[in-house]
């Protein structure tokens, strides 16, 4: 019998559930290294969820997009060392900081398409990372700003044991998954998807493209913001290479298409499969090889863009669908109505 | 009269495309617009529909000045259009593409999605919705294109050739869909070569050639006017076959 | 007023450099439509060749050693033009395609080299190496001028070849209208590997030309790809005579920064002329014809 979509005992409802529940177990049966692995997991996954609003949906390929993950780490810090201030409201000027630098990007950059708008988005990366380079006085400069010890403190966003992270990173990868949702269902997704797609069609059917790329931009800056911030708070650590590197920026886009741009579980996917692989190639490899990670990962990326552009979510899709109609509750395949829109699994 | 276009005239790069081109169209009216190659006949469209801003001259529509908005807030005011190329929406399903057309009209995504339903089924799509827009042959993404078009409720759909490379049974479903919409109140303005779906459709006739309004009248009168007849077969290629 | 002049004579030198640089970038670019964002790495390829022919045959001159080295570059990039790139213009192409197959060549190619050659700084020293000459009181560093010089050489070079041969036209014609060259029986195919081959090569003279002066590591390659990327948008992506003219100014540019204001201010400066460009201009100084139909 067909459960119906809202319902309990649908597992496409029941599976996420449970393995929320097996993750938050996780804490207490697993040891720090591989808390460690997950919480990178799940902030890598943010990102590039993150990432994901403007560069899988709306086509608009930002590859410079670690400028608001440096900003969301350096506000904080900046204003805990001056003036004491505890991260969770430094993290909010963050975002704020974040949001403007995204409306200015987004007037420069976003007259541009394709390749010229990728490349402008690196550019001002590096403009960025030089201007903090410079700015020794404010940021530290090349020798980077230490967020100042507090021990375990709630209150100042630090803690001795890897838990409260963990469970930190799992909110925000659980609210970047939950924008993605919403925006793929909703109206201003469906118009992003179309000027992503073909912005003078878009245009032409009524669509403000300038004014859905800004508003959307808005939100990956301040959810990408976000990553920022919990990293230097789990890291105590940031310099402008670490903050707007040109490596880091294209990872965060590259997971993304790895997994599947565009899709809801793509970005999660893409950091789930390669953050572990990162792990283990230079666990084992990287003491005697160098860079061997590095390759392997320029390895998938190629064999993905070049074979399975749509991504290694469309691997698995097929996969999930089969364990979902295996699982009880989930019987043959949901009729598809006409509101079925969501490509993923 | 629900638009008028007023002296319009446009260069680029050195080349004229249109010089003091002038016409009206009354509400309900189809109206057609022909001329050989490079008239200038897209690019008028380009100009109304805002792509392109005119160097002089101006474009109203219900009464308002409309001259140099852009594509979005044109197509707001109630003026859609198609493209000679189909432009849809390749990863899009075509019951997607339509119902973004609609979403600048509602704000429900259900609510879109049941509209498009409807227009497809109007535009004759309705059998496989969920088809990727970019799979489609050539004729069901023209179809689609008229369909994104029509999802707009516009008060005036500007067709940009849409008979073309069709043969005589689709080019009649075709001419009856555009009485359709005629029917359903829409004015309609349309660029065409093809003479055949010029003479049953349009009501009235302009003529471009080489950037300038050279004839306004019947679709009759308009064939027997020795000044269009040479400005076709004058210019030594073109669409003589057709006449 | 010296100092001035001294600032402008480095500038330009560099920025000779930074042309022919980037002429490679704009060939592509103008060409086959795609921004090579493994160009970089291609001048840093050009580079560690040079100094594997100058190591392997006991201190061989890089300009005389470019005779091995061009040929190798053209070969490398007619390579990955066959790999990367035309399976994806084959296939279902978009821009995220695209970007990131040369962004996955350029993390490829900088790991190859950090697991071949390490992160050490390699040069190679040459009879002229350091040695600078004294003209009208103003300091001309040796190296510099001859890598000025041979990058000078070449794009006019490049620039007769493109106009005066067959195949020049051919890549000319195919920038310009890819289907009307189709017509003409021009195999786009054979056009762009050799438009890839000819680009790769020509990031590979830059390459030979700065390595009697300059370092090379594996991600030496991202400061220069950066700026060739400057040069050629504000020169106007695949407008040749615009990247060269370009390249002198951002030289300048980022002469007149470093010197005048402090060390990494050239770099920012030339980037910020871009952004300047981006905002008012952003098809570029001198950017192709773009002709918009009636």
Same mark, same amino acid.
């Given at each position: 019998?067909?459960?119906?979509?809202?319902?309990?005992?649908?597992?496409?409802?029941?599976?996420?559930?449970?393995?929320?529940?097996?993750?938050?177990?996780?804490?207490?049966?697993?040891?720090?290294?591989?808390?460690?692995?997950?919480?990178?997991?799940?902030?890598?996954?943010?990102?590039?969820?993150?990432?994901?609003?403007?560069?899988?949906?709306?086509?608009?390929?930002?590859?410079?997009?670690?400028?608001?993950?440096?900003?969301?780490?350096?506000?904080?810090?900046?204003?805990?060392?001056?003036?004491?201030?505890?991260?969770?409201?430094?993290?909010?000027?963050?975002?704020?900081?974040?949001?403007?630098?995204?409306?200015?990007?987004?007037?420069?950059?976003?007259?541009?398409?394709?390749?010229?708008?990728?490349?402008?988005?690196?550019?001002?990366?590096?403009?960025?990372?030089?201007?903090?380079?410079?700015?020794?006085?404010?940021?530290?400069?090349?020798?980077?700003?230490?967020?100042?010890?507090?021990?375990?403190?709630?209150?100042?966003?630090?803690?001795?044991?890897?838990?409260?992270?963990?469970?930190?990173?799992?909110?925000?990868?659980?609210?970047?998954?939950?924008?993605?949702?919403?925006?793929?269902?909703?109206?201003?997704?469906?118009?992003?998807?179309?000027?992503?797609?073909?912005?003078?069609?878009?245009?032409?059917?009524?669509?403000?493209?300038?004014?859905?790329?800004?508003?959307?931009?808005?939100?990956?800056?301040?959810?990408?913001?976000?990553?920022?911030?919990?990293?230097?708070?789990?890291?105590?650590?940031?310099?402008?290479?670490?903050?707007?590197?040109?490596?880091?920026?294209?990872?965060?886009?590259?997971?993304?298409?790895?997994?599947?741009?565009?899709?809801?579980?793509?970005?999660?996917?893409?950091?789930?499969?390669?953050?572990?692989?990162?792990?283990?190639?230079?666990?084992?490899?990287?003491?005697?090889?160098?860079?061997?990670?590095?390759?392997?990962?320029?390895?998938?990326?190629?064999?993905?863009?070049?074979?399975?552009?749509?991504?290694?979510?469309?691997?698995?899709?097929?996969?999930?669908?089969?364990?979902?109609?295996?699982?009880?509750?989930?019987?043959?395949?949901?009729?598809?109505?006409?509101?079925?829109?969501?490509?993923?699994? | 009269?629900?638009?008028?276009?007023?002296?319009?005239?446009?260069?680029?790069?050195?080349?004229?495309?249109?010089?003091?081109?002038?016409?009206?169209?009354?509400?309900?009216?189809?109206?057609?617009?022909?001329?050989?190659?490079?008239?200038?006949?897209?690019?008028?469209?380009?100009?109304?529909?805002?792509?392109?801003?005119?160097?002089?001259?101006?474009?109203?529509?219900?009464?308002?000045?409309?001259?140099?908005?852009?594509?979005?807030?044109?197509?707001?005011?109630?003026?859609?259009?198609?493209?000679?190329?189909?432009?849809?929406?390749?990863?899009?399903?075509?019951?997607?593409?339509?119902?973004?057309?609609?979403?600048?009209?509602?704000?429900?995504?259900?609510?879109?999605?049941?509209?498009?339903?409807?227009?497809?089924?109007?535009?004759?799509?309705?059998?496989?919705?969920?088809?990727?827009?970019?799979?489609?042959?050539?004729?069901?993404?023209?179809?689609?294109?008229?369909?994104?078009?029509?999802?707009?409720?516009?008060?005036?759909?500007?067709?940009?050739?849409?008979?073309?490379?069709?043969?005589?049974?689709?080019?009649?479903?075709?001419?009856?869909?555009?009485?359709?919409?005629?029917?359903?109140?829409?004015?309609?303005?349309?660029?065409?070569?093809?003479?055949?779906?010029?003479?049953?459709?349009?009501?009235?006739?302009?003529?471009?050639?080489?950037?300038?309004?050279?004839?306004?009248?019947?679709?009759?009168?308009?064939?027997?006017?020795?000044?269009?007849?040479?400005?076709?077969?004058?210019?030594?290629?073109?669409?003589?076959?057709?006449? | 007023?010296?100092?001035?002049?001294?600032?402008?004579?480095?500038?330009?030198?560099?920025?000779?450099?930074?042309?022919?640089?980037?002429?490679?970038?704009?060939?592509?670019?103008?060409?086959?439509?795609?921004?090579?964002?493994?160009?970089?790495?291609?001048?840093?390829?050009?580079?560690?060749?040079?100094?594997?022919?100058?190591?392997?045959?006991?201190?061989?001159?890089?300009?005389?050693?470019?005779?091995?080295?061009?040929?190798?570059?053209?070969?490398?990039?007619?390579?990955?033009?066959?790999?990367?790139?035309?399976?994806?213009?084959?296939?279902?192409?978009?821009?995220?395609?695209?970007?990131?197959?040369?962004?996955?060549?350029?993390?490829?190619?900088?790991?190859?080299?950090?697991?071949?050659?390490?992160?050490?700084?390699?040069?190679?020293?040459?009879?002229?190496?350091?040695?600078? &000459?004294?003209?009208?009181?103003?300091?001309?560093?040796?190296?510099? /001028? *001859?890598? %000025?010089? !041979? #990058?000078? +050489?070449?794009?006019?070079?490049?620039?007769?070849?493109?106009?005066?041969?067959?195949?020049?036209?051919?890549?000319?014609?195919?920038?310009?209208?890819?289907?009307?060259?189709?017509?003409?029986?021009?195999?786009?195919?054979?056009?762009?590997?050799?438009?890839?081959?000819?680009?790769?090569?020509?990031?590979?003279?830059?390459?030979?030309?700065?390595?009697?002066? &300059?370092?090379?590591?594996?991600?030496?390659?991202?400061?220069?790809? /950066? *700026?060739? %990327?400057? !040069? #050629?948008? +504000?020169?106007?992506?695949?407008?040749?005579?615009?990247?060269?003219?370009?390249?002198?100014?951002?030289?300048?540019?980022?002469?007149?920064?470093?010197?005048?204001?402090?060390?990494?201010?050239?770099?920012?400066?030339?980037?910020?002329?871009?952004?300047?460009?981006?905002?008012?201009?952003?098809?570029?100084?001198?950017?192709?014809?773009?002709?918009?139909?009636?």
């Amino acid at each position: 019998m067909l459960m119906g979509k809202g319902s309990i005992a649908n597992p496409r409802v029941y599976l996420p559930i449970l393995i929320l529940a097996l993750l938050l177990l996780l804490p207490f049966v697993a040891d720090p290294y591989y808390l460690n692995l997950f919480i990178l997991i799940f902030l890598y996954a943010a990102l590039a969820g993150s990432w994901n609003l403007i560069g899988g949906y709306g086509g608009q390929m930002s590859l410079g997009h670690a400028v608001y993950f440096g900003i969301g780490a350096y506000i904080p810090t900046i204003l805990a060392i001056r003036f004491g201030l505890t991260p969770w409201l430094g993290m909010v000027a963050g975002i704020g900081c974040s949001w403007l630098i995204s409306i200015i990007m987004g007037a420069i950059c976003f007259r541009l398409r394709g390749h010229y708008f990728a490349i402008s988005t690196i550019i001002l990366l590096e403009v960025m990372r030089l201007v903090f380079l410079r700015e020794v006085r404010l940021t530290g400069g090349g020798v980077g700003l230490s967020v100042p010890y507090k021990g375990n403190s709630l209150l100042f966003f630090q803690f001795l044991d890897k838990t409260p992270y963990f469970l930190i990173a799992l909110v925000i990868l659980i609210l970047v998954i939950h924008a993605n949702y919403r925006l793929s269902r909703s109206k201003t997704g469906y118009q992003l998807r179309a000027v992503g797609q073909n912005q003078e069609a878009a245009e032409v059917i009524g669509i403000d493209s300038a004014s859905i790329k800004r508003k959307v931009l808005g939100l990956s800056a301040i959810l990408t913001s976000l990553c920022g911030t919990f990293w230097v708070q789990y890291m105590y650590f940031i310099d402008p290479d670490i903050a707007f590197g040109l490596s880091f920026s294209t990872e965060i886009a590259l997971i993304a298409i790895i997994g599947g741009m565009g899709t809801v579980w793509g970005p999660v996917l893409g950091a789930f499969i390669l953050r572990p692989v990162v792990e283990i190639t230079s666990a084992t490899l990287g003491g005697t090889y160098a860079g061997i990670h590095l390759i392997v990962y320029a390895l998938i990326l190629l064999a993905v863009v070049i074979f399975k552009p749509e991504g290694l979510i469309g691997l698995f899709n097929p996969v999930f669908s089969r364990i979902i109609q295996i699982l009880p509750g989930g019987g043959s395949a949901d009729p598809a109505t006409y509101l079925e829109s969501d490509r993923s699994s | 009269m629900l638009m008028q276009v007023e002296e319009v005239s446009v260069s680029f790069g050195g080349v004229q495309a249109l010089k003091g081109v002038s016409f009206a169209a009354p509400e309900g009216e189809i109206l057609g617009i022909i001329g050989p190659n490079g008239a200038g006949k897209t690019t008028l469209f380009n100009i109304i529909n805002g792509v392109y801003e005119p160097d002089e001259g101006d474009v109203f529509f219900a009464g308002e000045r409309i001259t140099g908005k852009k594509p979005y807030q044109v197509s707001k005011k109630g003026i859609a259009r198609t493209f000679q190329v189909a432009q849809p929406f390749r990863d899009m399903s075509i019951l997607e593409n339509v119902a973004t057309a609609a979403l600048s009209r509602v704000d429900h995504v259900d609510e879109a999605f049941r509209e498009a339903f409807d227009v497809i089924s109007f535009c004759e799509l309705s059998d496989k919705p969920h088809e990727r827009a970019g799979n489609l042959p050539t004729i069901s993404q023209r179809r689609l294109e008229l369909a994104k078009a029509l999802a707009l409720k516009p008060k005036v759909i500007l067709l940009d050739e849409i008979m073309a490379g069709l043969n005589i049974n689709e080019c009649s479903q075709a001419i009856d869909l555009v009485r359709k919409i005629k029917s359903d109140g829409v004015t309609v303005i349309m660029v065409e070569h093809v003479m055949q779906a010029v003479m049953s459709l349009c009501e009235r006739v302009i003529v471009l050639n080489q950037g300038r309004l050279i004839a306004q009248d019947t679709p009759s009168a308009i064939a027997n006017d020795p000044v269009v007849v040479e400005a076709y077969l004058g210019k030594g290629g073109g669409n003589a076959e057709n006449l | 007023m010296q100092d001035l002049f001294q600032t402008i004579v480095n500038g330009l030198l560099m920025g000779g450099i930074y042309s022919i640089a980037s002429i490679g970038l704009t060939i592509i670019f103008g060409t086959i439509k795609i921004v090579n964002f493994a160009h970089g790495e291609f001048i840093m390829v050009g580079m560690y060749f040079t100094y594997l022919t100058w190591s392997l045959f006991g201190g061989l001159d890089p300009f005389i050693g470019m005779a091995f080295t061009l040929p190798a570059m053209f070969i490398f990039g007619a390579a990955c033009y066959l790999f990367v790139i035309e399976p994806i213009l084959m296939g279902k192409k978009n821009d995220a395609s695209l970007i990131f197959a040369t962004v996955g060549l350029s993390l490829f190619l900088q790991n190859v080299a950090l697991l071949l050659f390490t992160a050490n700084y390699r040069s190679v020293k040459t009879v002229y190496t350091g040695k600078a &000459l004294e003209i009208i009181g103003i300091s001309v560093s040796v190296p510099r /001028l *001859l890598a %000025f010089l !041979v #990058a000078l +050489v070449l794009s006019v070079l490049l620039t007769l070849f493109l106009q005066r041969t067959f195949i020049g036209k051919a890549i000319r014609a195919s920038a310009q209208d890819r289907q009307v060259a189709m017509l003409m029986g021009i195999n786009p195919r054979k056009v762009f590997v050799l438009t890839m081959g000819i680009g790769a090569m020509m990031a590979g003279v830059a390459g030979a030309v700065v390595m009697p002066f &300059l370092y090379v590591f594996p991600s030496v390659g991202i400061s220069f790809g /950066l *700026l060739s %990327f400057v !040069v #050629a948008i +504000v020169g106007g992506l695949g407008n040749l005579k615009g990247a060269f003219f370009c390249g002198l100014i951002i030289g300048v540019t980022e002469a007149l920064g470093t010197h005048y204001i402090t060390a990494d201010s050239g770099l920012l400066l030339a980037f910020l002329l871009l952004v300047v460009v981006l905002i008012f201009r952003p098809e570029g100084l001198c950017p192709q014809i773009v002709r918009k139909g009636g």
